[in-house]
Nanobody, 117 residues
Framework: QVQLVESGGGLVQPGGSLRLSCAASARIFSISSMGWYRQAPGKQRELVATITSGGSSNYADSGKGRFTISRDNAKNTVALQMNSLRPEDTTVYYC???????????WGQGTQVNVSS
């Protein structure tokens, strides 16, 4: 059973930074793609950023130039560094583990990010 535990959310002022982390209890971590998604109330979950097992990253337009995703395969962790945060970034962020050979992904429970003055 894979468990993903997010941390690092909180309250920050506009223009500030937060670093989200996700720890995975999975032997398959190093061969899985990892990602961060977010979901506002009443809206569909949307991609924020993904990173492949080989380290290639992809970003939604909303986060390009502001967010950086990284992974540490030795520690089974993936992080999302968020800079220049905006009020519209306020929502719950979810960690995702995707296996190329399966249609079923794993999700964390989410961490709340609030950007407000």
């Amino acid at each position: 059973q894979v468990q993903l535990v997010e941390s690092g959310g909180g309250l920050v002022q506009p223009g500030g930074s937060l670093r989200l982390s996700c720890a995975a209890s999975a032997r398959i971590f190093s061969i899985s793609s990892m990602g961060w998604y977010r979901q506002a109330p009443g809206k569909q979950r949307e991609l924020v950023a993904t990173i492949t097992s080989g380290g290639s990253s992809n970003y939604a337009d909303s986060g390009k130039g502001r967010f950086t995703i990284s992974r540490d395969n030795a520690k089974n962790t993936v992080a999302l560094q968020m800079n220049s945060l905006r009020p519209e970034d306020t929502t719950v962020y979810y960690c995702n583990l995707h296996r190329s050979w399966s249609v079923n992904d794993y999700w964390g429970q989410g961490t709340q990010v609030n950007v407000s003055s």
